[in-house]
């Protein structure tokens, strides 16, 4: 028999298997929520490969382009200032050879001695050209004999002209001779010039102003004419060098490329090494207006003078130029040229990508050059461009990295300090100040 309970509901309505009322709701809730997340999940994940993908993608694109560091040109300054090696010389100079063979009497001036023109430096005692001079004179004097008895016989001979008792052929016989005569004379009279002349080289004497610079001679030696005293292989050397310095000659080998500033108005600063910090100013003399083919320089020739006779001849000095610059003239490092069958190019950067610009270059300065047509101040120039750089390849520009030895980079860190286990280790990290390790210390 059914009961009905107070709810109005019967007791057979009750559900037999025990569950609760709403299970099925609960279930079908806890399934939709597992989907759900299974849903959120599978989209998370796709979400993150996606992405994960789009950043493979782009970092595999960013690295695909070349990294690259760009430099600016820089004008050329208003001033151009170079350093090269110069000579000096002395404004004049000359060796002073013997003219006559004998030997030094007697030697009067030594180094570094100031003379005037017409100073004896030496005296040569030359007995043969004595003997020689003595027997030039005498031949003189018999010649001068025979010439006065040709002429009184050529005047006897003349005044018995217009009688019957010569004849005129014998006439002209004895003007004849006295002629011959007479040229004999001056022949004797311009050898004994000769030899007077010989006579007056056994002093040897200064041929200007100035100082001796050398002295190679002693009492005794035997000099040749020509020359000086005979060394072991046979050769002559000069006797004494004498040098006016009142002005020093300046020569420098100026490199083609600064030829273009070669002119009367060019000037440059000396320094000597015997005197740090002092400067002399020196002026253009001339140029030799031809290359050397060996070393593609002119000898430019400047002035300066030594009035103190503080610089000295054949010293090394170093010429600091200094000459109009070129503003206007676009530089940039030599590193950055590209050298191609189309001839020299550089590598411009626009919007993320090469253009190859064809340029003429100029001077060059050693680390970097003119560029003289093809690039203006503006361009972006890559700073080391690779060899298979291409127009048109995109690149990626990036800041230059400094080396280790930059003394503009901020300074490194302290390294940490070694574990204990590793302190001993030397073979991980020598120390050149620290023993060696013995056998059988590592445990």
Same mark, same amino acid.
């Given at each position: ?23 099925? +709701?609960? =279930? ?19 979400i993150?490969?996606? %992405? ?8 595999? $694109?960013?690295w +695909? ?41 007697m030697?009067?001036r ?19 050209? $004595? ?7 005498a ?14 016989? !050529? *005047? ?8 019957? %008792?010569?004849?005129? @052929? ?18 004797? /009279?311009?050898?004994v ?43 002559? =050397? ?5 040098a ?22 060019? +000037? ?17 003399? &001339? ?9 593609? &320089? ?5 002035t ?32 950055s ?9 550089? !590598? ?9 610009? $064809?340029v =003429? ?5 050693? &680390? =970097?050059? /003119?560029?003289?047509?093809?690039? +203006? ?12 750089m ?9 800041s ?11 300074? *490194? ?9 590793? @302190?001993?280790?030397? *073979? ?9 390790? /013995? ?5």
């Amino acid at each position: 028999m059914n009961t009905v309970s107070p709810e109005g509901r019967s007791s057979g309505d009750q559900n037999p298997g025990g569950k609760p009322p709403g299970g099925k +709701s609960r =279930t079908r809730l806890l399934v939709i929520i597992v989907v759900l997340l299974a849903v959120i999940l599978a989209a998370v994940g796709l979400i993150e490969r996606m %992405a994960h993908y789009h950043s493979l993608e782009t970092e595999a $694109d960013d690295w +695909s382009r070349a990294r690259v560091t760009l430099i600016a040109p820089e004008p050329g300054p208003s001033v151009r200032t170079f350093d090269l090696p110069a000579n000096l010389a002395a404004w004049y100079q000359a060796p002073i050879y013997a003219q006559v063979s004998g030997y030094v009497k007697m030697w009067y001036r030594d180094y570094g001695a100031h003379v005037k023109e017409g100073d004896v430096l030496a005296e040569i005692s030359t007995p043969s050209l $004595d003997a020689q001079y003595e027997g030039a004179k005498a031949n003189y004097n018999v010649v001068l004999a025979q010439y006065k008895l040709a002429d009184i016989t !050529a *005047r006897r001979w003349a005044a018995l002209k217009g009688t019957q %008792a010569v004849s005129r @052929q014998e006439v002209d016989v004895q003007a004849a001779n006295a002629a011959a005569e007479k040229a004999r004379v001056e022949q004797a /009279q311009h050898e004994v010039d000769r030899y007077v002349a010989l006579e007056n080289f056994k002093k040897i004497v200064a041929p200007f102003d100035g100082v001796v610079t050398s002295r190679l001679v002693n009492v005794g030696d035997y000099v040749n004419a020509g020359g000086g005293d005979v060394n072991r292989q046979g050769n002559a =050397t000069e006797l004494f060098t004498v040098a006016d310095v009142h002005r020093i000659r300046v020569f420098v080998s100026v490199p083609q490329d600064y030829a273009a500033v070669i002119s009367d108005k060019l +000037s440059a600063k000396l320094t000597v090494p015997q005197y740090p910090g002092r400067e002399y100013t020196a002026q253009y003399l &001339t140029t030799a207006e031809a290359f050397n083919a060996a070393t593609r &320089t002119v000898t430019t020739e400047l002035t300066i003078g030594n009035e103190d006779n503080s610089l000295w001849p054949d010293s090394y000095a170093t010429a600091h130029f200094t000459a109009p610059g070129e503003p206007g003239v676009m530089i940039v490092p030599i590193n950055s040229l590209i050298f191609r069958a189309q001839g020299t190019q550089l !590598a411009k950067v626009v919007n993320n990508h090469v253009h190859l610009v $064809d340029v =003429t270059v100029g001077i060059n300065y050693g &680390t =970097t050059i /003119q560029i003289l047509k093809g690039i +203006s101040k503006t361009d972006q120039i890559v700073a080391n461009p690779t060899a298979d750089m291409l127009e048109g390849d995109e690149v990626k520009v990036v800041s230059a990295t400094r080396g280790y030895n930059d003394a503009t980079a901020a300074p *490194r860190k302290n390294l940490p300090e070694a574990k204990p286990e590793m @302190q001993g280790d030397t *073979r991980a990290m020598p120390n050149d100040g620290a023993p060696m390790p /013995q056998e059988g210390a590592h445990q």
